[in-house]
């Protein structure tokens, strides 16, 4: 069975092992095979299940006073995105000290 685009399914069913069973041999193979366009960029999935490309961003957070609030952490002026090179922000404050 091949699965095309977007969809909903509903089943209803007495059955756990039909049901498990349709999700595994169907949705799981379709998301095996699909790549997601997601706002980040394509994500597509590898065959151990993980991304084929890791979406992780490593973000250094900076200049953060005692007592800040909740805009402390909306937007970007509080942190630095260090890997991965296509959404780099900037280079990492060392010694950490520095980044107070």
């Known amino acids: 069975m091949e699965v095309t685009g977007l969809f909903h399914v509903a089943i209803k069913t007495n059955d756990l092992d039909a049901t498990v069973k349709f999700y595994t041999d169907v949705l799981a193979d379709h998301i095996r095979k699909t790549t997601f366009k997601t706002i980040l960029g394509d994500v597509k999935y590898g065959k151990n299940g993980e991304w084929a490309k890791s979406g992780m961003l490593q973000v250094q957070y ?6 800040a609030g909740i ?23 060392y010694p950490f000290e520095k980044a107070k």
Do not use: F
């Open 62 to 67: 900076h200049g953060i006073k005692q007592g």
């Open 71 to 93: 805009e402390t952490w909306r937007g970007m002026d509080y942190q630095t995105v260090l890997t991965p090179n296509e959404y780099k922000t900037g280079t990492v404050i």
